[in-house]
């Protein structure tokens, strides 16, 4: 039987904003048959742990219909106009709150591209 994978990108909406999703198989390694392995942390998830990354990200490992999957969600693209000034974020914020907001006048906006 041949199995066709398909890499999902797809923008998901999170609480007060938008983020950026991908969706993939993960490898499987011997000896971690039940565990998600991870490039970003040179490791493994085990079904339904997560790991918040360094570049304001999170992984999550999942297993649906037998097979296990990494899901990833991170802040997004964010064109803002010229006027707006980002608000400071602690640099011990995960994500979501490491997301960059923007405070912006009345007309001048943001968009999230992606």
Do not use: W
């Amino acid at each position: 039987m041949q199995l066709a994978v398909v890499l999902l990108f797809v923008t998901v909406c999170v609480i007060g904003g938008e983020a950026a999703a991908r969706f993939e198989p993960s490898e499987i390694h011997p000896g971690h048959e039940k565990e998600c392995y991870v490039h970003e942390i040179r490791g493994y998830l085990k079904p339904g742990k997560k790991r918040y990354l360094a570049n304001c990200s999170v992984v999550e490992c999942t297993k649906e219909r037998g097979a296990l999957y990494l899901s990833f969600l991170s802040c997004g693209v964010v064109a803002h106009h010229p006027s707006c000034t980002p608000i400071p974020t602690s640099r011990f914020a995960v994500y979501p709150e490491c997301c960059i907001e923007y405070d912006c006048p009345p007309g001048a906006g943001i968009s999230r591209v992606g």
